[in-house]
């Protein structure tokens, strides 16, 4: 049976998120906001929603902070092997030599918080609290707003040199505002629903396979609340909106972090990372190496291939692997 509710919630997170995927894009065009932006900021803290609820129903109804923390943590790890999926999927250039090299201010954003977050969970115990909350959580929220303020910036500048990128065509004119804002409303709803329920479903399979909360939390809670992203990215992909879909997966993961330091401020029993296991720093430096890796394919544009495979996405998948690997032997 808790399979069965593990699947069922799942496949509620998938079937609203991508629902609220499709109504925040008619909201993105019926506000007038660019949809490479969107992508970052939008699109991924939508998307991230079941992180969100997941991480603060994890510490405050249930007292499961290594849940929390592996779900943020494994979901930056999963959103990169979503990319490489679906660079595996597409035929023809890898999608790193088609998204524009403006990404890279959202990937080092990325490496900049889950650096912090890894040092911060290596050396918890020495840093000071204030209150209940962990000084890096003010420090992992300036930083996630400071990042947003130089990829608007970023963003704006160059819309300003492309024209062409801001002015869009209307594809949603029979959709009315209410309408969709209403609808929005309701898949948020079920996917917090559904998400509140997830940390309990974990805690459980934990329980009865032996596989450890650290490894339930990075690898089947991560996957479970990541499925919104792999929604969008594929629809952004199948639109030809390359950056919409790079955007969403590397903004996610900036959100994450911030997520984190959300949860630290619901976690009443003190600072989340000193109460955690020092594993979930393993996740947190290798969703950075493989970000590290996205960024330099990013710079670099290569068009081979070996087979299906571009070099990015093999290296991607190698990390994921060992990861998983690794948390397994430490469960």
Known sequence: MIWIQFALCTALILYSGSKLSL?????????GLGR???????????TSLPELVTGISSVALYNLPNIAAGDVLGSCMFNLLILAMLDIKRNGSPISTLAHQGHVLTAASGILLL???AMSILVSDLIPAIGWIGLYSPLFLLTYFAAMRIIFRYERARNARFVSDVIEGLQYAHLSKTGTYVWFG????VIVAAATYLPHLGDEIATITGLGRTFVGSIFIAVATSLPEIVVSRAALKMGAVDLAVGN??????FNIAILAIDDAFFLQGPILASIEPSHAITALAALTMTAIVTIALIYRSERRILIFSWESIGVFIVYVLTSLVLYARR
């Open 23 to 31: 109504y925040g894009d008619v909201i993105a065009e019926k506000s």
């Open 36 to 46: 490479t932006w969107i992508g970052v900021i939008l699109m991924a803290s939508v």
């Open 115 to 117: 650096g912090l977050a």
């Open 186 to 189: 309701v898949h948020a709803l």
């Open 249 to 254: 997966l590397l903004g996610s993961n900036v």
